[in-house]
């Protein structure tokens, strides 16, 4: 029973939290999961693509106990994605508004998750776990294209990801567009889960002053260097500017969380100073923002391989 055959009911679609998750096997979809349950949101997990829709209804009709539901898809449900695009589309036909979640990470990192656990791909079946990877991705494109909310995986162990779920997804206070700023380094590969993307390289680097080297951007001394450089300042603003100038458009649109991501070369110094300032500022103008530093301790999180996201 497809969604527009579905009766409309008293209850009001539009006010169901609505969080569809999906993404490559390996990626962290059990951690998303689990990060959406604590944050207050009913989880139905191994959810066959043919019951999204009936499961939309049943959550619109039960009452506050799961106005905040979540439905986890993936390839472990034999009738797993023919065509999630248009159950999307057919919900929000009915008057749901779905947010599709996207859960990636590179190939190098999904192998080296399997091959910890020991598990085979679901789709591997007589070939290699590279084959079974492939043919996920060529599976998942479409719904990868439409996703409205992308969390790559690659550099994040589980702790991180959930707290990045829990940022993005817990209740806000205001239905404001919520902000992370990220800093990253260039030389590290750029976040492919960014909204935007910026490059702070042109001010000069604190890594060559030999009393800020050892030293992050979050640290006084090493912000203020950065923030005192010659354009610093009318970057921050004008950026911020842009930001600000986009959020009424998301909003109508529908978009909850942006991801900022401001690179520099190394992600420790610069990067990290910009972001912080700039999610200051779009704190001061009423739309929450946090930090994450993706490579400020790249050495510590790259080898921390006990733990890292549930393969599943």
Not at 251 to 269: P, Q, S, V, W
Request: overall charge negative; glycine content about 10%; proline content about 5%.
């Amino acid at each position: 029973m497809g969604v527009a055959a579905v009766h409309a009911g008293s209850s009001d679609r539009s006010e169901l939290d609505l969080v569809i998750v999906t993404g490559i096997s390996g990626g962290g979809r059990s951690t998303v999961a689990r990060a959406l349950e604590n944050v207050g949101y009913y989880v139905i997990d191994n959810l066959p693509e043919s019951l999204v829709g009936q499961a939309a209804e049943l959550a619109a009709a039960g009452g506050e106990e799961v106005r905040r539901t979540a439905m986890v898809l993936d390839v472990r449900s034999r009738a797993f994605m023919t065509d999630l695009v248009g159950v999307l589309e057919d919900l929000r036909k009915g008057g749901f508004k779905p947010h599709l979640v996207f859960v990636d990470a590179d190939d190098d990192v999904i192998i080296r998750r399997f091959e910890k656990v020991r598990r085979a791909h679901p789709l591997q079946g007589d070939g290699m776990l590279a084959d079974g990877i492939a043919a996920e991705r060529r599976l998942l494109e479409p719904a990868r294209g439409s996703a409205d909310t992308l969390f790559d995986t690659t550099h994040l162990n589980e702790n991180q990801l959930r707290a990045r779920v829990e940022d993005a997804f817990l209740a806000p206070s205001s239905p404001r567009l919520q902000f992370t700023c990220m800093s990253f380094g260039f030389k590290y590969g750029i976040p492919r889960d960014a909204d935007y993307v910026a490059d702070v390289r042109f001010l000069p680097n604190p890594y060559w002053v030999p009393a800020l080297r050892e030293h992050t951007g979050t640290d006084p001394d090493v912000s203020g260097y950065v923030l005192a450089q010659d354009g610093a300042e009318e970057f921050v603003e004008s950026y911020t500017a842009l930001l600000l100038g986009t959020t009424q458009g998301f909003e109508r649109e529908g978009k909850r969380y942006m991801t900022i991501a401001i690179g520099c070369t190394g992600g420790k110094h610069r990067s990290v100073a910009i972001s912080e300032e700039i999610a200051k500022r779009l704190n001061a103008a009423g739309f929450p923002a946090n930090t994450h530093h993706r490579d400020r301790g790249n050495e510590l999180i790259r080898h921390r391989p006990d733990d890292t996201p549930d393969p599943r």
